[in-house]
């Protein structure tokens, strides 16, 4: 359904859990600055996730654990962590609203010592692809998503503070 040959080989998606099963795929690459360390504690920050992930209202948890509870999109998530490499790489699963939602994460360091970032979302529904009318609409919320995750990783960390 969804061209996914583009795909990055290093992403280790879930047994049974493939992009090419997906009812919606989405795939997007940028290079922010600062180093992976940075990028990483951002996007596992999941208490302050409520302040800049749209759609995100409430996490069930301060730290990132192996399991907690997201409100995101007027649906509560259970998120199942399956994959944390700090600073490298970070998979999660997301189950709730009707959908099965893996979001994995690679941040490699480029020379100059910024941080090269390839996201991959691979999500399911309950109903069965032929009948899928939701997938657009997942697409554009997982854009969305993408853009303000892209917008808050660029932002230029200040001199001393934790996340630099």
Known sequence: MYDTSDSHPD???????SPED????HRAQAVVPGPPERAFTLLTDVANWPNWVPGCEEVSSVTLTQTFE???????FEV???ESVPPRRIGWLGIGGGVMLYQAWLL????DGDTEIVVENAVRA????????????WAEQLNEL????????????AEGS???
Do not use: C, N, Y
């Not at 997906?22 to 795929?25: E, L, V």
């Not at 490699?108 to 020379?111: A, H, I, K, N, V």
């Open 80 to 82: 199942f962590v399956g």
């Open 22 to 25: 997906a009812h919606s795929f």
């Open 162 to 164: 934790p996340a630099s």
């Open 126 to 137: 309950d109903v069965p692809r032929p009948l899928d009318t939701l997938s657009r609409s």
């Open 108 to 111: 490699s360091e480029t020379e």
């Open 11 to 17: 992403i280790h998606w879930p047994s049974g859990f």
């Open 146 to 157: 993408w853009l303000a995750q892209l917008s808050k990783l660029s932002e230029h960390p």
């Open 70 to 76: 997201v409100v995101w999109a007027g649906a509560r």
